[in-house]
């Protein structure tokens, strides 16, 4: 296993932790939405649509984080010679991400 950083993100730019924020707070909304439309008993197929639709957004979110963590992270690792169970560690979080 990859050690464990407790300042990941601080390298991410303002404006990228913003938009991941933004869409956070977004599905957050869908979260709430899909909770009303369970409370009003509506069409399964529309609530189904809004699950997908949160679960495509929570995807999105992963993959930016990984593509941060490629670009930063991992070229940091490699650079200062820690690349020990880097590779498991990516395959590990792509396969969770597949199941998403």
């Known amino acids: 296993m990859m050690e464990k950083h407790e300042h990941a993100l601080e390298c991410m730019s303002e404006s990228k932790k913003d938009a991941i924020q933004k869409r ?4 957050e909304g869908q979260a709430r939405g899909i909770q009303k439309m369970v409370e009003e008993d509506r069409y399964c197929i529309d609530i189904i649509t809004q699950i997908s639709a949160a679960n495509a957004a929570l995807k999105k979110v992963s993959l930016e984080l990984l593509e941060h963590h490629t670009e930063h992270c991992m070229a940091k690792a490699v650079k200062d010679g820690n690349v020990e169970g880097m590779s498991a560690d ?3 979080v792509v ?6």
Do not use: A, C, E, S
């Open 24 to 27: 956070l707070r977004r599905v």
């Open 90 to 92: 990516i395959m590990k």
């Open 95 to 100: 396969n969770q991400i597949n199941r998403i």
